[in-house]
């Protein structure tokens, strides 16, 4: 069975800093899509970024990008000049591409606030 | 497009009744899933559709039920609301289940059992 893992409950950043947080999984699968979600407090999920494991090439999505580590399972994602907007929770998630059902398993979540 | 919707936003039970948490997209995804989020254990798959008439059960399917009876709307039902249901509930959709399309989250429902 698949784990993500986000080992950093809670992590704050100043306006315009840039703020990495991190996410490892564990899998035996070679082909997957890995995903970072944001829920702010309105609580709706809001996908940020989502990276194909047969890409070597970083996603990158305006000020949001990945840093993947396929060999080491890691997949750390990137916020650079923060805004007072990105304050919300930051979710890994992890969904393998053949066979069985089409689900995301979830870290547990960091919590980001971004001061002013 | 509305995109996914849920209803209602907040719901509060007494033990044992029963209710339906209503979930709809007008994307024409043909997967459509259910989670459930607790404090610390992030969100967990509840039950899930990949087209009109199919269900399965996800990782925490016990004490709750689904159907799908079009494309649109994928409800799911409480039997017996039990105080370990109280949660926030989103339901999510994609495209293609076979193309692990992007998935889209619904607002979500919080459900307070008493």
């Known amino acids: 069975a698949q784990t993500v893992t986000q080992s950093q409950p809670e992590m704050s950043v100043q306006e315009a800093e840039t703020v990495t947080l991190s996410c490892t999984y564990d899998t035996s699968e070679s082909n997957y899509y890995l995903f970072w979600y944001k829920q702010p407090p309105s609580r709706q999920m809001i996908l940020v970024i989502r990276q194909e494991a047969y890409k070597q090439q970083n996603a990158t999505e305006n000020r949001f990008s990945v840093n993947f580590q396929k060999a080491a399972k890691s997949f750390s994602l990137k916020i650079s000049d923060s805004q007072l907007g990105d304050t919300a929770m930051y979710f890994c998630?992890?969904?393998?591409?053949?066979?069985?059902?089409?689900?995301?398993?979830f870290g547990k979540g960091t919590k980001l606030t971004v001061n002013p | 497009n509305a995109g996914v919707t849920q209803t209602p936003k907040f719901q509060v039970l007494k033990t044992g009744q029963s209710m339906t948490l209503q979930c709809a997209q007008d994307?024409?995804?043909?997967?459509m899933s259910w989670y459930r989020q607790d404090p610390g254990m992030g969100l967990r798959l509840i039950h899930y559709?990949?087209?009109?008439?199919?269900?399965d059960q996800g990782e925490v399917p016990n004490g709750y039920n689904v159907s799908r009876s079009t494309t649109e709307d994928f409800p799911l039902r409480l039997l017996s609301a039990a105080p370990s249901q109280t949660s926030v509930y989103f339901c999510?959709?994609?495209?293609?289940?076979?193309?692990?399309?992007?998935?889209?989250f619904g607002p979500g429902t919080r459900l307070l059992v008493l």
């Open positions: 999510a959709s994609s495209l293609m289940w076979t193309r692990q399309e992007t998935q889209y």
């Open positions: 998630a992890f969904m393998k591409v053949q066979g069985g059902s089409e689900k995301l398993v």
């Open positions: 559709s990949v087209g009109a008439g199919i269900t």
């Open positions: 994307m024409n995804h043909e997967y």
